[in-house]
């Protein structure tokens, strides 16, 4: 066994393995650029060795400063966690070269599975599963549109050496199959430098399904069941789980064999992942083979109790799997929520900052439940602007898949996050969602279900009962708090009042007190809404996280202080909170509402990031649609476009500045 590995990658993925790397007694390297000298990765580590400037491409994309890292620490083997130098054959190669270990596959499956072509040659010579299409080189538009008319409508146009969305589009007529090929290679080119694309019959209602894969040196190949992967936002995974409530065993076992067949095509070793489109009569056709550790891999974990990457670090030192595929069995459900520093509520765009606060719920067994999160950050980490905007995997395992989402709802309910906009409030919704509740799931699931994007939700009746009940409990302990001070002039005095009146953002709530006393723990009877509701919490002033019941209900909500008043989050709702008497609530709606500043005629930076490109000029005459700017973050560039014909009046800012979060980058006049 290694007395010493190097892990070639940052964040969430390197303290993951240096968890177990540490439990197994081996010692850890961690690699660091200068946005990551404070990061948690290289705390956790043994040793660290700074290897570069902040983007990827001068530090954790080099290959030879990771062998210049290993050969001055020592390290005998090098984990790629996953994304940059993951999947790169070369730098396997280098690695070999030198006499260091790849924790991973071999180069020649990785170049084999790396090609979307030459992997469906393989996929087809193993007898997998594929979707029917077009595996040979595309001449011109004209043979792209002969194509699709023998496969059949709709087809998806795809990039050779694609990934994360890029250079694919959806083609349901020969026009939309002309513009679409010629679109696809250009965006293939720029983005992949191969402008080479493929036609498939595209399956209408598709799941993503992938079959997680575990192979060693000496033949032996099992696969671990399946991972449920439908959810995604722009082809990118947003929650995931195992198994697949779809799947049935008799289809399992198929996908699972095809999967093995595949691995054993390609003299296969380590762990993989095979995925694929499955349509809603079950028919499963291969899509690729990543080979490398998935970000998802936790929920397979938790139903199987494999560490895979324990295994992928003994099958790369030459050990035998321990197990064969008769010795798996999946327990209960898994389900994984990817929270990112992007805010929901404006197209979830990237955001950047300190966090300020970072609590994230306790990790471990209660009751039924296990919590697991795998993270990167910590309370006073910084986002940057680099690097994948991911905080952490927040993981959740049950007996069933109900109990799982259940778990999930009041685990995300009690993660606090403050100083970044977050998706917490989207995943929070998705967990109550009736459509992810039952299981009805395919890759359209969010762009069907929230077509207009994620808007703030307003609560319904019960829910806003609920609301009003823990912003009363609030309310009330803490000005039993304030009226209990020694100094205070006016102690309070006399019965408790029993008529309250609760805002919620613009709605008035009446409650009325039945029975109890304002205490820590605190329990009450309410009557809100013509119902009577029993609150009991713990809560005390100053708390993050509201857990209590309220009519016997499980409840966890966010609490965040502000003038004269409290914000409180929950189940992907966001409200403000005041409380009145009843005279103060009427006074308050006499009150005039302060009007938001008229901001139609500027363009205002939506994220912090860098300017790439000012694309109009001063005084030009520009049309709905066209490109203002560009602006960059996270890896990713974003496009500024206007949302009416209009005039371009001053530009305040240029290409290669760096702007603020709503930093007016031009004015219309």
């Known amino acids: 066994m290694f007395k010493k590995i190097l892990i070639a990658n940052r964040g969430e993925i390197a303290c993951r393995v240096i968890k177990t790397a540490r439990r197994m007694g081996i010692s850890t390297v961690a690699v660091y650029s200068d946005a990551d000298r404070d990061a948690l990765h290289v705390e956790m580590a043994d040793e660290a060795v700074h290897i570069g400037a902040a983007p990827a491409a001068e530090s954790y994309l080099v290959a030879e400063k990771i062998i210049a890292a290993c050969k001055e620490t020592g390290a005998e083997a090098v984990h790629p966690g996953y994304g940059f130098l993951s999947e790169r054959a070369s730098f396997c190669e280098a690695l070999e070269k030198e006499g260091i270990i790849f924790i991973g596959p071999k180069p020649k499956a990785i170049r084999a599975m790396g090609d979307k072509i030459e992997s469906k040659k393989f996929a087809n010579d193993a007898k997998v599963s594929t979707v029917p299409g077009y595996l040979g080189v595309i001449d011109d538009a004209d043979h792209a549109e002969t194509i699709a008319a023998e496969i059949g409508y709709p087809v998806m146009i795809k990039a050779s050496a694609g990934g994360g969305g890029k250079g694919m589009r959806i083609?349901?007529?020969?026009?939309?199959?002309?513009?679409?090929?010629?679109?696809?290679?250009?965006?293939?080119?720029?983005?992949?430098?191969?402008?080479?694309?493929?036609?498939?019959?595209?399956?209408?209602?598709?799941?993503?399904?992938?079959?997680?894969?575990?192979?060693?040196?000496?033949?032996?190949?099992?696969?671990?069941?399946?991972?449920?992967?439908?959810?995604?936002?722009?082809?990118?995974?947003?929650?995931e789980e195992a198994p697949s409530p779809f799947l049935d065993e008799v289809t399992r076992k198929a996908m699972g064999e095809q999967s093995v067949a595949l691995a054993k095509a390609v003299d296969y070793q380590s762990a993989g992942t095979v995925e694929f489109i499955v349509d809603r009569d079950r028919n499963f056709y291969f899509l690729e083979m990543n080979t490398r550790l998935q970000v998802e891999h936790p929920v397979t974990e938790l139903v199987t109790g494999i560490d895979l990457v324990e295994q992928m670090i003994r099958v790369a030192a030459g050990e035998e799997l321990p197990f064969a595929q008769d010795d798996i069995k999946l327990n209960g459900w898994a389900i994984e929520s990817r929270l990112y520093a992007e805010?929901?509520?404006?197209?979830?765009?990237?955001?950047?900052?300190?966090?300020?606060?970072?609590?994230?719920?306790?990790?471990?067994?209660?009751?039924?439940?296990?919590?697991?999160?795998?993270?990167?950050?910590?309370?006073?980490a910084e986002i940057s602007m680099y690097y994948d905007p991911m905080i952490a995997k927040l993981?959740?395992?049950?007996?069933?898949?109900?109990?799982?989402?259940?778990?999930?709802?009041?685990?995300?309910?009690?993660?606090?996050?403050?100083?970044?906009?977050?998706?917490?409030?989207?995943?929070?919704?998705?967990?109550?969602?009736?459509?992810?509740?039952?299981?009805?799931?395919?890759?359209?699931?969010i762009a069907e279900e929230y077509p207009d994007g994620f808007a703030p939700m307003t609560p319904d009746k019960s829910e806003s009962a609920v609301l009003a009940a823990v912003a009363l409990s609030c309310g009330l302990v803490d000005a039993n708090r304030r009226e209990r001070y020694a100094d205070r002039l006016r102690p309070a005095t006399g019965p408790l009042r029993e008529e309250w009146v609760v805002k919620l953002g613009a709605d008035y709530v009446p409650v009325t007190l039945q029975d109890g006393l304002v205490t820590i723990p605190f329990e009450m009877d309410m009557q809100i809404n013509g119902g009577i509701l029993a609150v009991a919490t713990d809560w005390r002033p100053g708390d993050a996280v509201w857990a209590g019941t309220v009519s016997g209900r499980k409840v966890t909500a966010q609490i965040r202080p502000f003038l004269n008043g409290l914000r409180i989050d929950w189940q992907g709702l966001s409200v403000r909170a005041r409380i009145f008497t009843p005279r103060q609530a009427e006074l308050d709606k006499l009150m005039p509402v302060k009007l938001p500043p008229d901001t139609s005629k500027l363009l205002l930076c939506p994220m912090p990031g860098l300017v790439v490109a000012i694309a109009v000029a001063q005084g030009q005459e520009v049309k709905a649609g066209?490109?203002?700017?560009?602006?960059?973050?996270?890896?990713?560039?974003?496009?500024?476009?206007?949302?009416?014909d209009l005039i371009v009046g001053k530009i305040n800012a240029k290409p290669g500045e760096s702007l603020a979060v709503d930093a007016v980058i031009m004015e219309f006049a």
Request: charged share 30%.
């Open 395 to 445: 993981c959740t395992w049950a007996p069933t898949r109900l109990e799982a989402v259940e778990a999930m709802g009041e685990a995300l309910d009690g993660f606090v996050v403050d100083g970044i906009e977050h998706n917490v409030p989207f995943l929070s919704a998705l967990m109550k969602h009736p459509r992810w509740r039952e299981g009805r799931l395919s890759t359209g699931f």
């Open 626 to 644: 066209e490109t203002l700017a560009i602006v960059e973050a996270m890896k990713m560039e974003n496009v500024l476009r206007a949302e009416r």
């Open 171 to 239: 083609a349901w007529s020969s026009e939309e199959v002309r513009d679409g090929f010629e679109r696809a290679r250009s965006e293939a080119k720029s983005s992949f430098g191969d402008d080479r694309v493929f036609i498939e019959k595209f399956v209408v209602d598709p799941r993503h399904i992938e079959i997680q894969v575990l192979a060693d040196a000496h033949g032996n190949v099992v696969y671990l069941g399946e991972r449920e992967c439908s959810i995604q936002r722009r082809n990118q995974k947003v929650a």
């Open 343 to 380: 805010d929901p509520y404006r197209n979830f765009l990237p955001s950047i900052g300190r966090l300020t606060r970072y609590r994230p719920p306790h990790e471990g067994k209660s009751g039924n439940v296990v919590i697991r999160n795998d993270t990167g950050v910590f309370e006073g």
